[in-house]
Every structure is written in C-alpha cells, then in structure tokens.
C-alpha cells in the first residue's frame, strides 16, 4: 500500500501520468486506442560556459520546449490471457524554436504481445529495458539529474525485448539492438567517387537484461549493458545494483552502483577508447499533498578523467490533475576532458556552473 501511495504521489507530481491522463477515444469489440500527450514549457538558465574543447558557449536564459509529446497507444485482446498491443510517440516543438519542424523525432514507435502467463515480448523503438527495470528509480527529473544510463541506452529503433510476467515479486528481461550497415559503401575509390561510410566494428547487437524484485516497499534492479561502441559505449559491458525503499507514504530513499572497465582498444596512435568509470548514487523523494520534492546525489570516478561530484534538486506542485508547474537545478561538475587547451585549470571552474529550470506542464 506505501508503494502504491507514493508511486502515485510522484508520477502526478514528476509527469509521468500520461497513461493515467490519457483519452480512449475508441474502445469496442477488445479493441482500444488511447490518445495522450503533454504540452510543455519552461525557461531555463546557467550551465557550462565552454565545451570540452574550451570554447566559449552561450548559457544565458532562454524560453525553452521541455519535451513536449503526442502520442497512441493501441491494444486488442486476442484470448482472455492474451493482448496484441502498439505504441506511437511523437515530440514536437512547443516553443518558438525550429517549430516548422513539427514532430521533431518519434519517440516512441514498437509492437508486441504479452499474456498475464507467459509474458511480454516486443520490438521497435523503444525505451531501454535496463532503464525501466533497474535505473527507474533514479529517474525523477523533467530535465538534467539522471547520471545513471537512462532511456536511450542502447536502444531505441532496431530492439526486441523480453520480460517475464511477476514471478512472486521478481521480472527477468532480455533485450537487444542491432546496429546495421547495409547498404553502405565499405570501400573508397576517387575515380568512381566511393565515399567509405562503414564503420570498423560493423554490423553489431548489443544485448542488455537483468532482474527486478519488486515487493511492498523494496524494489531493487540488477542489470548489465553490452555497451558496444556503435552505440556511444567503449566496447565494454556495463553493470548496475539499483534500488529504492519507501520508508513511509511520503517518504522515498533510494541507492544505486552503475560502471564499466576501461577499454584498451586502440583506436589512434598511442590512443585508447578509455571510457572506465564507477557511479555511486544516493538520493530521495518526498511528497505531501499536491507538493513532490527530490535531491539526490552522485559520485563519479572516471578511470581516466577526473571525479565528478553531482548533485541535482527539484520541487514539483500539482495545481491539478492535469496540470503541474516545476523547478529543478542541477551541477554535472564534469571535468575538463581536453587538457591541451591554453586556459588551464581556468576551465574546470567556469564548467562547473549550475543549471536551473523552471516551467509548467499540461498532461492529457
């Protein structure tokens, strides 16, 4: 009952409540369509002030779209224990910026079947799996503040996936995404204009899964990510021990380890992709009526890099069921990853400046 309590304290005052606002606008014969979305809009400020290379960025307030989406949601009941079911998820742009983009990217766009005995297994584009089954928890903020691997983590278009249905509290998963190269050229030849647009790994599927136990107030997430270079990783696999406790109705901790060794892979002269880290995360959400506060707090060692110390808070007001307003503030403290630049330590002060964002939300 306090995890359910809770749960929906937070999802109303973090907006993940889209399933929970969305309208059926066709439900007949086991068949059903939801339509959801959220408008969303907010100004944000500070940040960095150069890059990793030492140029100077502009980090000056700005009306900003956070993450405005229009999407479906589509089920039909095959058998009393089994439902085909589909997902389609746009965001768009809801401020002044590039809106002749329109629906800027699909989010979302994948379909599967599941049953209450078997499972579910889908494919598409999708959320990643490690993300919704062991970095959950650390996911709690509109904008900046999860530095554990979020959605995106080798994911998205290209993946299938698997997880079983509640075994007394516990859910196995499965996934992978593939990374293909068909139909590019893999040679170059100036005379018949050949550009080489293949890659040195190839065709690659990086894998991912793990186990959740989920039961009263614990939920802890053991997982691991084959983090395959073709998809922003170093080559090497990933693990994470994630969970959280809710200690009361109104009261949430949670805990978590995410790293991966370095990779010696040579990739230039006297160069290797590096990328090792360990990240140590604490943090907690608390509620109380309409009002949703989270801090949290993480510990960053890179093995070559410098330690980052990160730190991000929140405070979120339901003014309704429907409508929400929010600010968050954020510090990466991430280090100066070029050291050849002429503004020596200069630089690792001015990149550690914070990032606010203030802004409300419609969800229907």
Do not use: C
């Amino acid at each position: 009952m306090k995890k359910t309590l809770l749960a929906t304290a937070v999802i109303g005052a973090l907006g993940a409540s889209a399933a929970a606002q969305a309208a059926t606008v066709y439900d007949e014969d086991g068949t059903k369509v939801d339509l959801y979305g959220r408008i969303a809009l907010g100004v944000a400020g500070g940040g960095p002030e150069y890059n990793d290379a030492g140029a100077k960025i502009d980090n000056d307030v700005e009306f900003v779209d956070v993450f405005s989406r229009l999407g479906f949601r589509l089920s039909q009941e095959i058998t009393s224990d089994l439902t085909a079911f589909g997902r389609l998820e746009w965001r768009f742009r809801a401020d002044e910026r590039r809106t002749g983009e329109a629906f800027r990217e699909t989010r979302q766009s994948y379909l599967g079947i599941t049953s209450q005995q078997y499972g579910t297994f889908q494919g598409g584009n999708f959320d990643s799996f490690y993300n919704q089954f062991v970095s959950l928890p650390f996911d709690v903020y509109v904008d900046q503040g999860l530095y554990f691997a979020g959605h995106p983590k080798q994911s998205r278009g290209d993946s299938i996936g698997y997880y079983t249905p509640d075994l007394e509290g516990f859910t196995v998963f499965l996934q992978g995404k593939h990374y293909s190269e068909r139909g590019l050229v893999d040679e170059t030849n100036p005379e018949l204009g050949f550009v080489r647009e293949t890659t040195d790994q190839g065709n690659v599927t990086a894998a991912q899964g793990g186990v959740r136990y989920a039961q009263g107030p614990v939920t802890v997430g053991l997982g691991f990510v084959d983090d395959v270079v073709r998809g922003g990783g170093n080559g090497e696999m990933m693990y994470g021990l994630i969970g959280s406790y809710d200690f009361t109705d109104q009261f949430s901790a949670r805990l978590g380890y995410e790293g991966r060794e370095n990779s010696n892979d040579v990739v230039g002269v006297d160069e290797t992709r590096g990328g090792g880290y360990d990240t140590v995360g604490v943090g907690g959400t608390f509620t109380t009526g309409p009002w949703a506060f989270n801090l949290d707090y993480y510990n960053i060692e890179r093995d070559d890099a410098e330690t980052s110390r990160a730190w991000s808070t929140g405070a979120y007001y339901n003014v309704s069921s429907n409508f929400d307003v929010f600010v968050e503030v954020a510090d990466a403290d991430a280090p100066r990853i070029s050291r050849n630049d002429s503004f020596g330590d200069t630089i690792d002060s001015l990149t550690d400046d914070v990032y606010w964002l203030t802004g409300a939300r419609y969800f229907f």
